[in-house]
């Protein structure tokens, strides 16, 4: 079953800038910003060269991707997408589907280089695992989580009992409302109580 449902084709689609994560030698992240789109469900993103991810992708395909996706809550905080995937490389077709990325994200009069002047590249198709994030696939997700866990006790933020645990926000104001950098005088002090047996 595909996980990809109508704004989550609508966001990866949108000409948003990706932020793809792959997996040095080491362990270590590595971060390459990366045009994106759509093909056979699965997100794709082209590269005329042998680059670091792609060395990394052949290596171990564990990715993860993230977009801003415009938009905001009703708190004003962003919505962006995380694509938790299983990636591949394949070889050749990478101009062809640049020119495509380079036309869906800044339009269709956008200059592209002859195609023919181009190495045939490498594309990273990426298998959807799992989507996190915030947004409408969110809130669908945790819709679809609290229906199959079935009724359950609404949490204030602290629990009782052997794994207890409490975490409070104290804040300037009670309802601080949206996220506005100008109201500086909000000052936001976390304080949290976790036991090392949670963890």
């Given at each position: 079953?595909?996980?990809?449902?109508?704004?989550?084709?609508?966001?990866?689609?949108?000409?948003?800038?990706?932020?793809?994560?792959?997996?040095?030698?080491?362990?270590?992240?590595?971060?390459?910003?990366?045009?994106?789109?759509?093909?056979?469900?699965?997100?794709?993103?082209?590269?005329?060269?042998?680059?670091?991810?792609?060395?990394?992708?052949?290596?171990?395909?564990?990715?993860?991707?993230?977009?801003?996706?415009?938009?905001?809550?009703?708190?004003?905080?962003?919505?962006?997408?995380?694509?938790?995937?299983?990636?591949?490389?394949?070889?050749?077709?990478?101009?062809?589907?640049?020119?495509?990325?380079?036309?869906?994200y800044y339009g269709p009069?956008?200059?592209?280089?002859?195609?023919?002047?181009?190495?045939?590249?490498?594309?990273?198709?990426?298998?959807?695992?799992?989507?996190?994030?915030?947004?409408?696939?969110?809130?669908?997700?945790?819709?679809?989580?609290?229906?199959?866990?079935?009724?359950?006790?609404?949490?204030?933020?602290?629990?009782?009992?052997?794994n207890a645990w409490t975490?409070?926000?104290?804040?300037?104001?009670?309802?601080?409302?949206?996220?506005?950098?100008?109201?500086?005088?909000?000052?936001?002090?976390?304080?949290?109580?976790?036991?090392?047996?949670?963890?």
């Amino acid at each position: 079953m595909s996980l990809l449902t109508d704004d989550i084709r609508e966001a990866i689609e949108g000409g948003h800038l990706g932020h793809l994560v792959t997996l040095n030698p080491d362990g270590s992240p590595q971060l390459s910003a990366v045009l994106v789109g759509l093909e056979n469900d699965e997100v794709v993103a082209a590269h005329l060269g042998v680059h670091q991810k792609v060395r990394n992708i052949r290596r171990d395909p564990r990715v993860v991707l993230s977009m801003q996706t415009g938009g905001m809550d009703e708190r004003g905080f962003a919505h962006y997408l995380v694509v938790y995937g299983t990636a591949r490389i394949t070889e050749g077709g990478a101009p062809e589907l640049l020119e495509r990325l380079t036309h869906q994200y800044y339009g269709p009069d956008a200059p592209f280089p002859p195609i023919e002047t181009l190495p045939p590249g490498y594309i990273t198709r990426i298998r959807i695992d799992r989507i996190g994030g915030a947004g409408p696939w969110a809130s669908k997700r945790r819709a679809a989580d609290d229906a199959s866990r079935g009724p359950r006790k609404a949490l204030d933020g602290r629990r009782s009992g052997s794994n207890a645990w409490t975490l409070e926000w104290r804040c300037g104001e009670s309802n601080p409302g949206p996220l506005n950098p100008s109201r500086r005088h909000l000052r936001a002090q976390p304080s949290a109580s976790i036991r090392s047996s949670e963890l």
